[in-house]
């Protein structure tokens, strides 16, 4: 499912803004699609990321996916918690942020889907 | 199978040993404490028969080729021959050191060059090294030969190897070890290469094109005169992935087809044993511009005589020796059983084979490649999914009826992926028998999808945790305690 | 039509009916005609069983079977004759890759018990499901390093195998890595060049016993190695391990070696098999299979292939690795010898091989025809500097039966002594040194 008032990239991530940061996860389509999620790989706090490179990546029993970063940022903290009980990404996809950037560019914003726009995508 | 679940260590029992050695009547040597371990290694400390008892019980859960039918695509599960095994051990083999002096190995040494000759003879190329031990390896090795010609010719551009999507996992990952960039093309929806995908990306950038032929669905790549003539105009090598040179046995060779490298597994085309997943063999062969760049040591001949040579230009040593002598020293028992009278028949069988279960299965399986197969193809699920079986559930409720599985969800480009591979040495009955059982299961499906859904069921162990095994990695026995 | 081939004619006949090809060359009309062989292969002729038995026979004649005192990679250990005969089994031999673990237990169980093993000897946390051969798992090695630091700089040290370092170099020149080969001194690593060359390297590859069979003493090279955020790998042929210190109490991170002492044959180099282990924090950057235990759907215990996410068959082009099959039987092979040998087994088989590679030492050096070249404590194999023609001394040898040491350069010889040598053995060799002008 696809929850409204978050913004969303066509890789499947998820984006909260909250004044000049934003929260990043992964949507309820890749989480399924993933499979019972069993290691996270972080980055490193401090790091700046551009928009639509890898920022860590999520492994399943079946599969490992690099995730990307919907805009550029710098990543301010991450969700810890994911690497002791990464299979909280499958129970609570969009309640369980990965990382918190602080935004570099916000016109970049504009250049992200809206949750009626992602919808489609999930659905493939 | 029994469900035996001891391990080594949990029969073990201070104080028995299954060993018989002597101390020889000469001084202890004591060595200074630094360097010598705190403890002793924590091995066993069994009977001999405990041994012998506790692995053949270890070996009755495992499903061997002699067991039953293995129709896996892209494996060529075939009979591996015992004559093979008793000649390939024979001590004149076995107790021979690989350091040993040229004139004392002359035997090993014919028939490394042999093997090799007759291998370039049913490739069309002109040399092997036996040396790669396993087709992965092989493939590095061909790719380190492109990165070679090209580093020789002083064009340093060329760093991409194409691959298309629907090629085994090790392709790009090879290219990848090999320091290349990987440029991935999508497929046509038989697998085949989309050529118009293909020119759109070739470029004084390409340094190869990696291709297996057939391809992975099993259909045969007939544009590859044409995709040869692409690739070798944009200044690329074209590399074979010989994992399905069962099906073109006696028809065509991959040098007759323009590829400059190829790599072979002797562990499916020439019958080797798959081990339970190793030791393979995979001979990497090259045409004769590319010769001065196999990996090092190079078996020469002359008057004869044989002798090992390194050539200046060689992609250098791949490994401490020159590969897996014991195995492919059964593949050359296999060639020498085959001879040049009935070598074209393995790939005639193989084909006929195929064909005749798609036909047999095509009605109540999803078969998106229509026409003739070649020694493999792929089904894309049940054709009624109405009850949500999928090829999962198929592949584990055939375990219940005492088959492996086929290839599951590989080729990549078809969601449902089952790939069946019979091999020639399956009879009609074995392939009735099984078509029969695909029969029963599709039925089961429609009338009792919960069944299938949670197959196995007959197996001694059932719907393995996996994810939990991720988790919480138990990976040596003291991580049990 | 073949004895590997069941069809008759009656089948063939009715499986084209099935398929609806007129003929088995209808099946293969996707090769266009240009491509198609007109003429049979230009190989040998079939020949029958005992035609070929004989032929094997023959070529096995050609070589000659030698009471063995050379090493340097390759060790003539005794191999107990139950190896052989479980390995034999079809379960065993002809079975797949385990990716089916409800039909594969016995193949994942043997597995964790070699993993559990390796770990034993090497004092590492995790171990893979093996490697190809000790030197290509050495080359692994160095790429787990450069994943893990992102550094194109290794070092590795000159008493390392030369022939490992060819093979490192080997995989190292296409990942643009330098390969810096460092000194020694009186035949053992330098640690000071180390600790001023560490900076910026990916880690530190080392051997042990090194390739003149010296123990070498690796007390600091960790923390030197760690102190510049490299990985110290180290590589030790598996039969020492019994008694020597291990990588794991060194401090090492990763441990790489080759184990074909354990109960494989000479075999003319292959195959053997190379282990590779680590320690957990590093587990998702180790290449190859990894077994683990779980429980299934009625709890019961169970095997299964573990981390997959880290190999080819799913990260592609993203993989650290592209190792697909590997040398399992021969794991196989290794597990039931030191089962079979056990905990005192494999001590005994250290201290006899040991007692006889002294001995002989004492007794060449007694000679006087021999320069000592080294002070250094050694295991199995030694290096002695011969004052007489090292080439003439090989070819009257052979016409003894034996393989004499290897001589590695400047008449330096390399002999190896195994359990298996005799007094009797070991004395005719010295008798034959005494020949020597």
């Known amino acids: ?124 | ?481 | 039509m073949h004895k590997y081939l069941p069809h008759t004619s009656q089948d063939i006949e009715e499986m084209l009916k099935v398929t609806g090809a007129n003929s088995l060359d209808d099946l293969f009309t996707s090769i266009p005609k240009k491509l198609r062989l007109t003429k049979p292969y230009q190989i040998p002729s079939a020949l029958s069983d005992h035609d070929l038995t004989k032929h094997m026979q023959n070529l096995a004649k050609q070589n000659k079977e030698l009471i063995v005192f050379r090493g340097a990679g390759a060790y003539d250990h005794y191999s107990p004759s139950i190896v052989k005969a479980l390995i034999s089994r079809q379960e065993f031999l002809t079975s797949y890759t385990p990716y089916q673990p409800e039909v594969a237990q016995g193949t994942l169980q043997y597995i964790f018990e070699y993993q559990s093993m390796v770990c034993e000897l090497t004092g590492m946390e995790v171990s893979n499901a093996s490697m190809y051969d000790g030197a290509t798992a050495t080359a692994e090695a160095m790429f787990m390093a450069f994943a893990q630091t992102g550094m194109s700089k290794v070092l590795i040290s000159s008493t390392v195998n030369p022939r490992i370092i060819d093979v490192v170099k080997t995989y190292a020149r296409y990942r643009d890595i330098e390969v810096i080969v460092t000194p020694s001194q009186d035949g053992v690593t330098d640690l000071n060049f180390i600790q001023k060359n560490m900076e910026n390297a990916m880690g530190l590859i080392v051997q042990n016993p090194n390739y003149f069979g010296i123990i070498e003493d690796y007390n600091g090279f960790s923390e030197v190695v760690h102190e510049n955020d490299g990985l110290f790998i180290m590589n030790s042929e598996g039969q020492p391990l019994s008694l020597i210190k291990t990588p794991g109490e060194y401090d090492a991170d990763i441990a790489v070696g080759d184990l074909q002492s354990f109960g494989l044959p000479l075999s003319f180099g292959g195959a053997y098999v190379g282990y590779l282990a680590t320690k957990m924090k590093y587990v998702r950057k180790m290449p190859g299979r990894i077994c683990g235990i779980t429980t299934d759907v009625d709890g019961k215990r169970a095997f299964v292939l573990t981390l997959q996410a880290r190999e080819q068959h799913i990260r592609r082009a993203k993989a650290n690795s592209n190792i697909c099959s590997n040398q399992s039987l021969m794991a196989l092979a290794v597990t039931i010898y030191l089962s079979t040998m056990g905990k005192e087994g494999t001590v005994m088989v250290a201290n006899e091989s040991m007692k006889g590679a002294h001995y002989l030492y004492q007794e060449l050096l007694k000679t006087n025809k021999f320069e000592v070249v080294y002070n250094k404590p050694f295991f199995k194999e030694f290096v002695l500097k011969a004052k007489f023609d090292v080439d003439k001394f090989e070819k009257d040898l052979l016409k003894d039966g034996i393989l004499g040491p290897l001589h590695i350069k400047d008449n330096h010889l390399l002999f190896a002594v195994t359990e298996k040598r005799s007094i009797e053995e070991i004395d005719l060799l010295v008798r034959k040194v005494v020949e020597q002008k």
């Open chain 2, 1 to 481: 199978m029994k469900y035996y679940n001891k391990l080594i260590f949990e029969i073990s029992k201070k104080g028995r040993e299954g060993f018989n050695l002597t101390k020889k009547d000469l001084p202890e040597v004591k060595l200074p404490k630094a360097l010598v371990r705190s403890n002793k290694a924590n091995l066993p400390e069994v009977s001999e028969f405990d041994v012998v008892r506790h692995y053949t019980n270890v070996s009755q859960k495992n499903f061997g080729v002699e067991t039953g039918f293995y129709p896996l695509g892209s494996c060529t599960m075939k009979y591996n021959p015992k004559i093979n095994d008793e000649l390939a051990t024979l001590s004149g083999f076995a107790n021979i050191h690989p350091l040993q002096p040229v004139e004392t190995v002359q035997g090993l040494l014919k028939i490394y060059h042999e093997t090799q000759r007759i291998l370039a003879e049913i490739s069309g190329l002109a040399a092997y090294s036996l040396n790669p031990f396993a087709g992965a390896h092989g493939e590095l090795a061909g790719l380190m030969i492109i990165q070679a010609y090209h580093d020789k010719r002083n064009d340093s551009k060329r760093n991409k190897i194409i691959i298309p999507d629907s090629a085994h996992g090790t392709n790009p990952a090879s290219a990848t070890v090999c320091g290349f960039e990987t440029v991935e093309i999508k497929s046509n929806p038989d697998g085949t290469v989309n050529l118009e995908a293909l020119k759109a990306v070739l470029n004084d950038e390409t340094a190869g094109l990696m291709l297996t032929n057939p391809n992975t669905a099993g259909v045969f790549e007939k544009d590859i005169a044409e995709i040869s003539r692409l690739v070798h105009d944009a200044g690329g090598l074209l590399y074979y992935d010989g994992a399905n040179l069962n099906a073109i046995l006696g028809k065509t060779r991959p040098g007759d087809m323009g590829f400059d490298i190829t790599h072979i597994n002797l562990h499916k085309t020439f019958s080797t044993p798959h081990g339970g997943g190793g030791p393979g063999s995979g001979p990497v062969g090259v045409c004769e511009k590319l010769l001065e760049f196999l990996p090092n040591p190079i078996v020469k001949e002359k008057d004869g005589f044989y002798y090992f040579e390194d050539s200046a230009d060689s992609i250098g040593a791949l490994g401490l020796f020159y590969g897996n002598a014991s195995v492919y020293i059964r593949a050359y028992v296999y060639l020498m059983t085959f001879g040049k009278e009935s070598m074209s028949d393995i790939g005639l069988m193989a084909v006929l084979n195929a064909n005749y279960i798609k036909e047999s299965l095509k009605d109540i399986f999803e078969l998106p490649i229509k026409g003739h197969c070649m020694h493999e193809f792929v089904f894309d699920g049940l054709k009624d999914q109405s009850t949500g079986v999928k090829t999962l559930d198929v592949a584990k409720r055939l375990l219940d009826y005492g088959y492996h599985a086929p290839t599951v969800y590989f080729p990549l480009i078809f969601s449902q992926s089952m790939m069946i591979e019979p091999t020639e040495v399956e009879s009609k009955e074995t392939l009735d028998e099984f078509i029969n059982i695909m029969r029963v299961v599709a039925q089961e499906a429609k009338d009792n999808p919960e069944l299938v859904k949670t197959a196995p069921h007959n197996t001694i162990v059932r719907r393995l945790d996996e994810a939990k095994a991720a988790r919480q990695p138990i990976v040596k026995f003291t991580d049990l305690k």
């Open chain 1, 1 to 124: 499912m696809v929850l409204e008032g978050l913004l969303y990239s066509p890789s499947h991530e998820w984006l909260k803004v909250e004044g000049k940061t934003a929260f990043v996860g992964i949507s309820d389509h890749a989480q399924h699609a993933l499979g019972s999620v069993v290691f996270i790989e972080l980055p490193r706090v401090g790091k700046t990321v551009k928009k639509g490179e890898s920022f860590g990546a999520v492994e399943s029993v079946k599969a490992a996916s690099d995730m990307y970063l919907p805009v550029t940022g710098k990543i301010l903290e991450v969700n810890s918690k994911l690497e002791g009980s990464p299979e909280l990404l499958n129970d609570d996809p969009y309640g369980s942020w990965i990382v918190k950037i602080e935004l570099v560019d916000e016109s970049e914003l504009s250049s992200l889907l809206t949750s009626e726009q992602y919808k489609p995508l999930s659905e493939e």
